[in-house]
Protein backbone atom coordinates (compact mmCIF):
# COMPACT_ATOMS: atom_id res chain seq x y z
CA UNK A 1 0.00 0.00 0.00
CA UNK A 2 1.53 3.41 -0.95
CA UNK A 3 2.38 5.92 1.44
CA UNK A 4 1.81 9.35 0.60
CA UNK A 5 4.88 12.02 1.10
CA UNK A 6 3.34 15.40 2.01
CA UNK A 7 4.70 19.01 3.05
CA UNK A 8 3.23 21.70 5.00
CA UNK A 9 3.16 25.29 4.39
CA UNK A 10 1.93 27.22 6.94
CA UNK A 11 1.83 25.61 10.68
CA UNK A 12 -0.88 27.65 12.48
CA UNK A 13 -3.97 26.61 13.96
CA UNK A 14 -5.62 24.60 10.53
CA UNK A 15 -2.95 22.78 9.02
CA UNK A 16 -2.19 21.54 12.60
CA UNK A 17 -6.36 20.54 12.43
CA UNK A 18 -5.46 18.42 8.71
CA UNK A 19 -2.52 16.80 10.66
CA UNK A 20 -3.99 15.58 13.49
CA UNK A 21 -6.88 14.05 11.27
CA UNK A 22 -3.97 12.57 8.94
CA UNK A 23 -2.07 11.17 11.90
CA UNK A 24 -5.81 9.84 13.23
CA UNK A 25 -7.41 8.17 10.08
CA UNK A 26 -3.79 7.38 7.98
CA UNK A 27 -1.07 7.38 10.18
CA UNK A 28 0.40 3.94 8.39
CA UNK A 29 -0.42 6.13 5.18
CA UNK A 30 1.05 9.34 4.96
CA UNK A 31 4.28 10.50 6.02
CA UNK A 32 5.22 14.38 6.75
CA UNK A 33 8.96 14.69 4.62
CA UNK A 34 8.81 18.57 5.10
CA UNK A 35 7.38 21.57 6.88
CA UNK A 36 7.50 25.78 6.16
CA UNK A 37 6.20 28.29 8.38
CA UNK A 38 7.54 31.96 8.47
CA UNK A 39 9.11 31.48 12.11
CA UNK A 40 11.15 29.06 12.80
CA UNK A 41 9.80 27.96 16.41
CA UNK A 42 6.18 27.08 14.51
CA UNK A 43 7.68 25.19 11.92
CA UNK A 44 9.79 23.35 14.95
CA UNK A 45 7.11 22.68 17.29
CA UNK A 46 4.50 21.30 14.20
CA UNK A 47 7.56 18.96 13.37
CA UNK A 48 7.83 17.78 16.56
CA UNK A 49 3.81 17.61 17.41
CA UNK A 50 3.22 15.72 13.79
CA UNK A 51 6.61 14.87 11.91
CA UNK A 52 9.34 12.30 12.59
CA UNK A 53 12.86 12.96 13.21
CA UNK A 54 13.64 13.48 9.89
CA UNK A 55 10.90 15.81 8.85
CA UNK A 56 12.79 18.74 6.86
CA UNK A 57 11.97 22.22 8.50
CA UNK A 58 11.96 25.20 6.09
CA UNK A 59 11.29 28.97 6.46
CA UNK A 60 10.78 29.35 2.87
CA UNK A 61 8.42 27.71 0.90
CA UNK A 62 10.35 27.45 -2.29
CA UNK A 63 13.45 25.60 -0.84
CA UNK A 64 10.26 22.80 0.76
CA UNK A 65 9.38 22.54 -3.16
CA UNK A 66 12.20 22.92 -5.07
CA UNK A 67 14.13 20.55 -2.56
CA UNK A 68 11.55 17.93 -2.03
CA UNK A 69 10.61 16.90 -5.78
CA UNK A 70 8.99 13.45 -4.28
CA UNK A 71 6.09 15.42 -2.76
CA UNK A 72 2.61 13.65 -3.44
CA UNK A 73 0.59 16.39 -1.92
CA UNK A 74 0.86 19.43 -0.50
CA UNK A 75 -1.41 21.69 2.67
CA UNK A 76 -1.02 25.01 2.44
CA UNK A 77 -2.75 27.55 5.15
CA UNK A 78 -0.85 30.33 4.92
CA UNK A 79 -2.43 33.71 5.64
CA UNK A 80 -5.02 34.90 2.68
CA UNK A 81 -2.42 37.49 1.31
CA UNK A 82 0.34 34.35 1.39
CA UNK A 83 -1.42 31.99 -0.62
CA UNK A 84 -0.73 33.01 -4.56
CA UNK A 85 2.88 32.69 -4.41
CA UNK A 86 3.59 29.09 -2.65
CA UNK A 87 -0.23 27.81 -4.53
CA UNK A 88 1.29 28.90 -8.41
CA UNK A 89 4.59 27.26 -7.39
CA UNK A 90 2.92 23.96 -6.36
CA UNK A 91 0.94 23.72 -10.07
CA UNK A 92 4.47 24.94 -11.57
CA UNK A 93 5.71 21.38 -10.23
CA UNK A 94 2.25 19.56 -10.58
CA UNK A 95 1.57 19.06 -7.09
CA UNK A 96 -1.75 18.43 -5.78
CA UNK A 97 -2.46 20.51 -3.62
CA UNK A 98 -4.95 20.73 -0.57
CA UNK A 99 -5.54 25.13 -0.44
CA UNK A 100 -7.07 26.68 2.60
CA UNK A 101 -10.01 29.09 1.93
CA UNK A 102 -10.43 31.82 0.50
CA UNK A 103 -8.59 31.49 -2.85
CA UNK A 104 -6.70 34.59 -2.20
CA UNK A 105 -6.97 38.06 -0.79
CA UNK A 106 -7.51 40.16 -3.96
CA UNK A 107 -9.44 39.65 -7.43
CA UNK A 108 -5.99 39.78 -9.10
CA UNK A 109 -3.99 37.25 -7.03
CA UNK A 110 -7.21 34.61 -7.23
CA UNK A 111 -6.98 35.09 -11.15
CA UNK A 112 -3.34 34.72 -10.90
CA UNK A 113 -3.92 31.60 -9.18
CA UNK A 114 -6.59 30.17 -11.47
CA UNK A 115 -4.52 31.00 -14.95
CA UNK A 116 -1.56 29.08 -12.73
CA UNK A 117 -3.76 26.13 -12.21
CA UNK A 118 -5.34 25.99 -15.96
CA UNK A 119 -1.31 25.83 -17.36
CA UNK A 120 -0.56 22.63 -14.49
CA UNK A 121 -1.26 19.32 -14.43
CA UNK A 122 -2.20 19.48 -10.47
CA UNK A 123 -5.36 18.61 -8.81
CA UNK A 124 -6.48 20.77 -5.97
CA UNK A 125 -9.04 20.35 -3.55
CA UNK A 126 -9.92 23.92 -1.56
CA UNK A 127 -10.25 23.99 2.04
CA UNK A 128 -14.01 24.53 1.95
CA UNK A 129 -15.00 22.66 4.91
CA UNK A 130 -18.58 23.16 5.51
CA UNK A 131 -19.16 21.21 1.97
CA UNK A 132 -17.73 18.03 3.50
CA UNK A 133 -20.07 18.48 6.99
CA UNK A 134 -22.73 15.88 6.93
CA UNK A 135 -25.51 18.72 7.98
CA UNK A 136 -25.00 20.30 4.57
CA UNK A 137 -24.22 17.17 2.72
CA UNK A 138 -27.81 16.58 3.70
CA UNK A 139 -28.94 20.12 2.78
CA UNK A 140 -27.69 19.24 -0.83
CA UNK A 141 -28.97 16.06 -1.29
CA UNK A 142 -32.50 16.87 -0.17
CA UNK A 143 -32.77 19.86 -2.45
CA UNK A 144 -31.73 18.00 -5.56
CA UNK A 145 -34.05 15.18 -4.63
CA UNK A 146 -36.80 18.08 -5.10
CA UNK A 147 -37.80 18.29 -1.70
CA UNK A 148 -38.58 21.80 -1.72
CA UNK A 149 -39.23 22.15 -5.73
CA UNK A 150 -38.35 25.41 -7.70
CA UNK A 151 -36.51 27.33 -5.00
CA UNK A 152 -37.75 30.68 -4.40
CA UNK A 153 -35.77 32.26 -1.69
CA UNK A 154 -32.57 31.34 0.41
CA UNK A 155 -31.63 33.17 3.91
CA UNK A 156 -28.94 32.08 5.51
CA UNK A 157 -26.93 34.09 8.17
CA UNK A 158 -23.80 33.37 10.39
CA UNK A 159 -23.51 34.96 13.58
CA UNK A 160 -19.96 34.73 14.96
CA UNK A 161 -19.18 34.59 18.57
CA UNK A 162 -16.97 35.99 21.21
CA UNK A 163 -14.30 33.76 20.85
CA UNK A 164 -14.50 33.77 16.79
CA UNK A 165 -14.96 37.34 16.70
CA UNK A 166 -11.86 37.70 18.19
CA UNK A 167 -9.59 36.64 15.57
CA UNK A 168 -10.65 39.65 13.55
CA UNK A 169 -9.20 41.75 16.29
CA UNK A 170 -6.03 39.84 18.05
CA UNK A 171 -4.41 38.50 14.40
CA UNK A 172 -3.96 39.42 10.67
CA UNK A 173 -8.05 38.99 9.86
CA UNK A 174 -8.12 42.26 11.13
CA UNK A 175 -6.68 44.05 8.18
CA UNK A 176 -8.52 44.02 4.68
CA UNK A 177 -4.81 44.37 3.22
CA UNK A 178 -4.33 40.55 4.82
CA UNK A 179 -7.71 38.91 4.75
CA UNK A 180 -9.15 40.81 1.69
CA UNK A 181 -12.68 42.12 4.19
CA UNK A 182 -14.95 40.31 6.54
CA UNK A 183 -16.99 38.42 3.65
CA UNK A 184 -13.99 36.87 1.89
CA UNK A 185 -12.54 35.48 5.27
CA UNK A 186 -15.41 34.33 7.04
CA UNK A 187 -18.38 33.80 4.90
CA UNK A 188 -16.37 32.47 1.24
CA UNK A 189 -17.11 28.99 1.86
CA UNK A 190 -21.38 30.22 2.68
CA UNK A 191 -21.25 32.11 -0.45
CA UNK A 192 -19.79 28.59 -2.02
CA UNK A 193 -22.61 26.65 -0.53
CA UNK A 194 -25.32 28.66 -1.89
CA UNK A 195 -23.59 28.93 -5.10
CA UNK A 196 -24.12 25.22 -4.74
CA UNK A 197 -27.36 24.24 -3.22
CA UNK A 198 -28.57 26.28 -5.86
CA UNK A 199 -26.97 25.30 -8.88
CA UNK A 200 -27.54 28.50 -10.67
CA UNK A 201 -25.03 31.58 -11.49
CA UNK A 202 -25.84 35.11 -9.61
CA UNK A 203 -27.61 37.59 -11.62
CA UNK A 204 -26.49 41.16 -9.66
CA UNK A 205 -25.88 42.25 -5.79
CA UNK A 206 -26.19 44.67 -3.33
CA UNK A 207 -25.02 45.12 0.64
CA UNK A 208 -24.93 47.09 3.40
CA UNK A 209 -21.77 47.26 5.71
CA UNK A 210 -21.01 48.91 8.99
CA UNK A 211 -18.17 48.82 11.13
CA UNK A 212 -19.37 50.95 13.91
CA UNK A 213 -19.20 47.88 17.19
CA UNK A 214 -15.83 47.83 17.82
CA UNK A 215 -14.39 51.17 18.44
CA UNK A 216 -11.99 52.57 21.25
CA UNK A 217 -13.64 52.17 24.75
CA UNK A 218 -11.27 54.62 27.50
CA UNK A 219 -10.00 52.30 30.22
CA UNK A 220 -10.44 49.28 28.78
CA UNK A 221 -7.72 47.11 27.99
CA UNK A 222 -4.55 47.47 26.47
CA UNK A 223 -4.36 43.17 27.38
CA UNK A 224 -7.12 41.34 28.90
CA UNK A 225 -4.88 40.63 31.97
CA UNK A 226 -4.31 44.13 32.88
CA UNK A 227 -7.89 44.97 32.44
CA UNK A 228 -10.78 45.99 34.75
CA UNK A 229 -13.01 44.33 33.08
CA UNK A 230 -11.43 40.69 32.60
CA UNK A 231 -13.90 38.95 34.48
CA UNK A 232 -16.80 39.96 32.54
CA UNK A 233 -16.07 40.85 29.37
CA UNK A 234 -16.99 38.19 26.70
CA UNK A 235 -13.81 38.78 24.91
CA UNK A 236 -11.98 38.18 27.96
CA UNK A 237 -8.72 35.39 27.62
CA UNK A 238 -8.68 35.45 31.39
CA UNK A 239 -12.72 34.88 31.55
CA UNK A 240 -12.44 32.07 28.94
CA UNK A 241 -9.00 30.30 30.65
CA UNK A 242 -12.00 29.12 33.08
CA UNK A 243 -15.03 28.29 30.94
CA UNK A 244 -14.37 27.64 27.59
CA UNK A 245 -13.98 23.87 26.51
CA UNK A 246 -10.64 23.03 25.82
CA UNK A 247 -11.05 20.21 23.84
CA UNK A 248 -9.21 19.80 20.49
CA UNK A 249 -12.59 19.31 18.76
CA UNK A 250 -13.69 22.32 19.52
CA UNK A 251 -13.55 24.06 16.29
CA UNK A 252 -13.31 27.84 17.99
CA UNK A 253 -10.61 26.79 20.91
CA UNK A 254 -8.10 26.27 18.02
CA UNK A 255 -8.29 29.81 17.62
CA UNK A 256 -7.81 30.44 21.25
CA UNK A 257 -3.85 32.16 22.18
CA UNK A 258 -4.19 32.92 25.42
CA UNK A 259 -0.71 35.07 25.05
CA UNK A 260 -2.14 37.47 22.62
CA UNK A 261 -5.34 39.21 24.52
CA UNK A 262 -5.41 42.78 22.52
CA UNK A 263 -8.74 44.55 23.92
CA UNK A 264 -10.86 43.72 20.51
CA UNK A 265 -12.16 47.51 21.08
CA UNK A 266 -8.81 49.29 21.30
CA UNK A 267 -7.18 47.11 18.61
CA UNK A 268 -6.11 48.72 15.46
CA UNK A 269 -8.48 47.03 12.77
CA UNK A 270 -10.38 47.90 9.70
CA UNK A 271 -12.78 44.91 8.40
CA UNK A 272 -16.58 45.39 8.95
CA UNK A 273 -17.81 43.59 11.79
CA UNK A 274 -21.51 42.95 9.76
CA UNK A 275 -22.44 43.00 6.62
CA UNK A 276 -26.19 41.75 4.41
CA UNK A 277 -25.90 40.68 0.91
CA UNK A 278 -29.17 40.42 -1.16
CA UNK A 279 -28.00 38.18 -4.63
CA UNK A 280 -30.24 37.14 -7.15
CA UNK A 281 -29.67 34.13 -8.92
CA UNK A 282 -31.09 32.55 -12.11
CA UNK A 283 -34.66 32.22 -12.44
CA UNK A 284 -35.69 35.15 -10.44
CA UNK A 285 -34.12 32.99 -6.65
CA UNK A 286 -33.60 35.66 -3.97
CA UNK A 287 -31.06 35.40 -1.57
CA UNK A 288 -30.15 37.52 1.90
CA UNK A 289 -27.06 36.41 3.53
CA UNK A 290 -25.86 38.31 6.70
CA UNK A 291 -22.91 38.01 8.96
CA UNK A 292 -22.55 39.70 12.15
CA UNK A 293 -19.58 39.52 14.61
CA UNK A 294 -20.35 39.72 18.29
CA UNK A 295 -22.56 37.87 19.05
CA UNK A 296 -23.41 35.41 22.17
CA UNK A 297 -22.42 32.16 20.11
CA UNK A 298 -21.91 31.34 17.13
CA UNK A 299 -24.12 29.82 15.17
CA UNK A 300 -25.32 29.46 10.94
CA UNK A 301 -28.97 28.63 9.89
CA UNK A 302 -29.97 27.98 6.92
CA UNK A 303 -33.60 28.65 5.59
CA UNK A 304 -35.03 27.56 1.86
CA UNK A 305 -38.35 28.34 0.64
CA UNK A 306 -39.21 26.21 -2.80
CA UNK A 307 -42.68 25.42 -4.97
CA UNK A 308 -42.91 21.95 -2.75
CA UNK A 309 -41.97 22.73 0.68
CA UNK A 310 -39.16 24.59 2.47
CA UNK A 311 -36.33 23.40 4.65
CA UNK A 312 -35.06 25.49 7.63
CA UNK A 313 -31.40 24.12 9.29
CA UNK A 314 -29.25 24.98 12.51
CA UNK A 315 -25.97 23.70 11.84
CA UNK A 316 -24.59 24.36 15.81
CA UNK A 317 -27.84 21.74 16.83
CA UNK A 318 -27.40 19.70 13.65
CA UNK A 319 -30.70 19.55 12.93
CA UNK A 320 -32.73 20.42 9.61
CA UNK A 321 -36.47 20.38 9.71
CA UNK A 322 -38.61 19.96 6.55
CA UNK A 323 -41.95 21.45 5.83
CA UNK A 324 -43.58 19.66 3.07
CA UNK A 325 -46.06 22.04 1.46
CA UNK A 326 -49.50 22.36 3.47
CA UNK A 327 -48.08 20.80 6.36
CA UNK A 328 -47.65 22.78 9.81
CA UNK A 329 -45.59 19.84 11.25
CA UNK A 330 -42.08 19.57 10.01
CA UNK A 331 -39.96 16.27 9.78
CA UNK A 332 -37.54 16.80 11.66
CA UNK A 333 -34.16 15.06 10.71
CA UNK A 334 -31.04 15.01 13.12
CA UNK A 335 -27.50 14.82 12.07
CA UNK A 336 -25.07 12.30 13.25
CA UNK A 337 -21.09 13.29 12.71
CA UNK A 338 -17.63 12.20 13.02
CA UNK A 339 -16.31 14.44 16.43
CA UNK A 340 -13.31 16.05 14.09
CA UNK A 341 -14.56 19.92 14.29
CA UNK A 342 -16.48 21.95 12.00
CA UNK A 343 -20.03 19.45 12.30
CA UNK A 344 -17.58 16.80 11.14
CA UNK A 345 -16.42 18.09 8.25
CA UNK A 346 -12.75 17.99 9.27
CA UNK A 347 -12.01 14.33 8.98
CA UNK A 348 -14.11 14.12 5.94
CA UNK A 349 -12.03 16.97 3.88
CA UNK A 350 -8.71 15.48 5.32
CA UNK A 351 -10.13 12.00 4.06
CA UNK A 352 -11.03 13.81 0.43
CA UNK A 353 -7.74 14.93 -0.14
CA UNK A 354 -6.15 11.74 0.61
CA UNK A 355 -8.46 9.48 -1.68
CA UNK A 356 -7.78 12.37 -4.53
CA UNK A 357 -3.77 11.32 -4.53
CA UNK A 358 -4.88 7.51 -4.67
CA UNK A 359 -7.26 8.45 -7.23
CA UNK A 360 -5.86 10.25 -10.22
CA UNK A 361 -8.96 11.29 -11.89
CA UNK A 362 -10.88 11.86 -8.85
CA UNK A 363 -12.47 15.52 -8.81
CA UNK A 364 -12.90 17.28 -5.64
CA UNK A 365 -15.91 17.57 -4.56
CA UNK A 366 -14.81 21.73 -3.84
CA UNK A 367 -13.18 22.66 -6.94
CA UNK A 368 -10.55 25.52 -7.68
CA UNK A 369 -13.32 27.41 -10.06
CA UNK A 370 -15.83 27.11 -7.05
CA UNK A 371 -13.26 28.91 -4.76
CA UNK A 372 -13.15 31.53 -7.46
CA UNK A 373 -16.89 31.91 -8.18
CA UNK A 374 -17.39 33.03 -4.12
CA UNK A 375 -14.34 34.68 -3.96
CA UNK A 376 -14.91 37.19 -7.15
CA UNK A 377 -19.11 37.30 -5.42
CA UNK A 378 -17.54 38.53 -2.45
CA UNK A 379 -15.77 41.01 -4.15
CA UNK A 380 -18.41 41.96 -5.65
CA UNK A 381 -20.61 42.33 -2.81
CA UNK A 382 -17.88 44.58 -1.22
CA UNK A 383 -18.04 46.67 -4.19
CA UNK A 384 -21.75 47.02 -4.19
CA UNK A 385 -21.56 47.87 -0.30
CA UNK A 386 -18.54 50.51 -0.98
CA UNK A 387 -20.64 52.17 -3.91
CA UNK A 388 -24.39 51.87 -2.48
CA UNK A 389 -25.20 50.01 -5.96
CA UNK A 390 -26.86 47.05 -7.59
CA UNK A 391 -24.53 45.80 -9.89
CA UNK A 392 -24.53 43.18 -12.39
CA UNK A 393 -22.29 39.66 -12.29
CA UNK A 394 -20.08 39.70 -15.00
CA UNK A 395 -17.30 37.20 -14.12
CA UNK A 396 -19.10 33.70 -15.29
CA UNK A 397 -17.56 33.42 -18.37
CA UNK A 398 -14.42 34.06 -16.59
CA UNK A 399 -14.73 30.92 -14.22
CA UNK A 400 -16.24 28.61 -16.69
CA UNK A 401 -12.64 28.62 -18.01
CA UNK A 402 -11.32 27.37 -15.14
CA UNK A 403 -10.77 23.07 -15.75
CA UNK A 404 -12.18 21.24 -13.21
Same mark, same amino acid.
Given at each position: ? +??Y??? &??????R???????? @??????????S =????T??Q =??E?F?????????? %????? @????? $?? #???? !??????? $??????????A??H???????????? *????C??? =????N +?????????????? *?? &?? @????????E?K?G?I +? *???????V??????????????K??Y??????????????L?N????????????????SH??? %??G?? #???R???? +???????T????????????? !???E??????????? $???????D?????????? !?????F? %???? !? #???R????I?? *??????????? $???????????? #?????????? /?????????????F???????????D???????? /??????????? @???????P?? &??????????
Amino acid at each position: M +KRYNLG &FIGCGARNKVYARNL @RRQYSDRTYIS =AVCDTDPQ =AAEDFRNEFGHPDTA %VHTDF @RELIE $NH #PSLD !GLLIATP $NYLHEEPAVLAFEHGISTLLEKPLAH *TPESCNRI =AEAYN +KSTSRVTMGFVLRY *TP &FY @RTIMRLVREGKVGQI +K *TLHADEIVGPVLSSVFFRTWRGKKAYTGDLLLEKCCHDLDLINTILGVDPVRVSAFGFQSHYLP %VRGWG #PRCRECTE +KDTCAYSTVLWARSIDQGIEN !GEYEYVDFSDDKCVY $NDDHDVMDRQSQLIEYEG !GILVSFT %VALG !G #PQTRRTIDIAG *TQGRLFGDFAA $NRIFYYAMGTET #PEEIQIEHEK /SGHGGGDSVITRSFIESLESPNRVADAKLKDALK /SALLAFLCDEA @RDGSQVLPVT &FMKEVETIRD
